[in-house]
């Protein structure tokens, strides 16, 4: 089983809503990450798990709050979020940190209204 | 990070193969050189990567240049499913922190 799976496939949430977005992956990864990608853009990384620790935050804003509760899975939760922050939200996981291959889910698509 | 310089777009015909360059004039010694690529409405999946030797797998070909500031990932023969944007990435100093640049988008032609 090579896949990530990413739920729910679409997502539209008003500024004062909390909702969460969820990844999973049953690969035995150890790594996991997750990237906003706007539209016609390149992923932007936001945050890596290393081991269920938070190994790296881009200096992401605190209304977005990652979990990683397992090693299999990593959640991304939303609070107060703005219309800007629309894009479609991408997980991956990979063997480990340092390693070369990322594997990438679908993706969420987030609409705030 | 180390930056990388790709054409915005390429065009190719069908079966016929496609070199796509990417130059890393600041690349570092410790820096892998790894290629994504992004196909409509899908996330991004890994097509190789290399540090100094020139790499084959399934899917494509990785040739290096020798000082390491350039790069062309090589498909054989493009079929219409590999029309798609080609991110080509530098590692930096931690090998899991991707950091995707515009890309290329390839058009393949029947």
């Known amino acids: 089983d090579t896949e990530v799976t990413q739920t729910p496939k679409h997502l539209v949430m008003g500024m004062t809503n909390k909702k969460s977005l969820k990844c999973e992956q049953h690969m035995g990864h150890r790594a996991m990450y997750w990237y906003k990608q706007k539209a016609k853009k390149p992923p932007e990384l936001m945050f890596v798990y290393s081991y269920e620790k938070l190994s790296i935050n881009e200096s992401v804003p605190s209304r977005f709050s990652p979990e990683c509760p397992n090693s299999s899975l990593l959640n991304l939760h939303l609070h107060a979020l703005q219309p800007e922050d629309s894009a479609l939200y991408l997980c991956a996981s990979s063997q480990g940190p340092g390693a070369n291959e990322q594997y990438f889910g679908p993706g969420t698509r987030l609409t705030v209204t | 990070d180390a930056k990388t310089t790709q054409p915005n777009s390429m065009e190719s015909n069908e079966e016929e193969p496609v070199h796509l360059p990417c130059n890393h004039s600041t690349i570092s010694g410790t820096d892998y050189i790894h290629w994504y690529r992004q196909l409509p409405s899908q996330g991004p999946e890994y097509v190789i990567h290399?540090?100094?030797s020139n790499v084959n797998n399934r899917m494509a070909s990785l040739a290096i240049a020798e000082d390491r500031k350039s790069s062309t990932l090589i498909l054989h023969r493009a079929t219409l499913r590999d029309a798609a944007v080609y991110y080509c990435i530098l590692s930096g100093e931690y090998g899991n922190k991707l950091v995707f640049g515009a890309g290329t988008i390839l058009r393949v032609k029947s």
């Open positions: 290399g540090l100094t």
